[in-house]
């Protein structure tokens, strides 16, 4: 735990109740020195409650005399046992009002390309819930026949490397279960910096290699051009053989 739960309602109260400068306040709070100013102008936090950081158990109060009297002192945050984790992320990620509407076509394209995700990373990663997932799974989504599936890291709903762990995440799964892996799923399960990286070409197998220059059009007409040859010779064509019982005209 790095700041106090309740931040901007800390930095409220500690504005109200102290003389600390504003930059004392910011990096206790982890706040821009101007927002806090904002705070102490009321163009900030208007209407928030200041939140007692002494009384919650996260300030002493001799910690504070010492800012107060030192403006270079920097305030440590008193261990509160019962907030630890309090910042860790409980339940769906928080999706913005404006990209809401991209859930359903990254749900897709996780659904189509990751199939070894499960539905509670899936909820986690793009911040939805598990019957809208099941339902584009089953293709009983309302508007499953407008949705077309975008990658979520295109559409700003998740990070390139939550998608990537969650895809090694899977990959190990599938290795500690000894499950059999087609090649199409071996693709899947790669992280995408590797699958950029791998060739386009197709590979031919071991068995036809060497054949991979033959061509149904060069037998014909090497076949066709040994035929005609002799017909195409001018001297052949008028050398006629002159027969034993011909008879000589004078």
Same mark, same amino acid.
């Given at each position: 735990?790095?700041?106090?739960?309740?931040?901007?309602?800390?930095?409220?109260?500690?504005?109200?109740?102290?003389?600390?400068?504003?930059?004392?306040?910011?990096?206790?709070?982890?706040?821009?020195?101007?927002?806090?100013?904002?705070?102490?102008?009321?163009?900030?936090?208007?209407?928030?409650?200041?939140?007692?950081?002494?009384?919650?158990?996260?300030?002493?109060?001799?910690?504070?005399?010492?800012?107060?009297?030192?403006?270079?002192?920097?305030?440590?945050?008193?261990?509160?046992?019962?907030?630890?984790?309090?910042?860790?992320?409980?339940?769906?990620?928080?999706?913005?009002? !404006?990209?809401?509407?991209?859930? /359903? @076509?990254? &749900?897709?394209? *996780?659904?189509? $390309?990751?199939?070894?995700?499960?539905?509670?990373?899936?909820?986690?990663?793009?911040?939805?819930?598990?019957?809208?997932?099941?339902?584009?799974?089953?293709?009983?989504?309302?508007?499953?026949?407008?949705?077309?599936?975008?990658?979520?890291?295109?559409?700003?709903?998740?990070?390139?490397?939550?998608?990537?762990?969650?895809?090694?995440?899977?990959?190990?799964?599938?290795?500690?279960?000894?499950?059999?892996?087609?090649?199409?799923?071996?693709?899947?399960?790669?992280?995408?910096?590797?699958?950029?990286?791998? !060739?386009?070409?197709?590979?031919? /197998? @071991?068995? &036809?290699?060497? *054949?991979?220059? $033959?061509?149904?059009?060069?037998?014909?007409?090497?076949?066709?051009?040994?035929?005609?040859?002799?017909?195409?010779?001018?001297?052949?064509?008028?050398?006629?053989?002159?027969?034993?019982?011909?008879?000589?005209?004078?």
């Amino acid at each position: 735990m790095t700041k106090p739960i309740m931040a901007k309602a800390t930095a409220v109260w500690l504005v109200d109740n102290t003389t600390m400068s504003f930059k004392q306040i910011a990096d206790f709070v982890e706040m821009h020195e101007l927002e806090v100013q904002g705070i102490a102008d009321g163009d900030v936090a208007a209407g928030v409650k200041g939140f007692d950081p002494i009384g919650n158990n996260q300030l002493t109060q001799e910690e504070i005399d010492k800012a107060q009297a030192d403006p270079l002192y920097k305030l440590s945050l008193k261990f509160y046992a019962a907030a630890v984790g309090e910042e860790k992320r409980r339940g769906p990620r928080y999706t913005p009002l !404006s990209k809401r509407q991209d859930r /359903p @076509a990254s &749900i897709l394209w *996780l659904v189509k $390309f990751h199939p070894e995700l499960s539905d509670g990373q899936i909820s986690k990663l793009v911040g939805t819930t598990k019957p809208t997932i099941q339902a584009i799974r089953e293709r009983t989504h309302w508007n499953i026949t407008n949705i077309n599936p975008i990658d979520p890291v295109a559409l700003g709903l998740c990070k390139q490397t939550e998608l990537d762990a969650l895809v090694q995440k899977a990959n190990a799964k599938k290795l500690r279960e000894g499950e059999a892996m087609s090649d199409d799923e071996r693709r899947r399960l790669v992280s995408t910096e590797q699958s950029l990286g791998m !060739s386009d070409s197709p590979r031919i /197998p @071991a068995a &036809i290699s060497g *054949l991979e220059t $033959f061509t149904l059009a060069d037998a014909p007409e090497e076949k066709e051009e040994q035929q005609h040859g002799d017909l195409l010779d001018a001297d052949s064509f008028f050398n006629l053989p002159s027969g034993d019982g011909e008879e000589q005209t004078s």
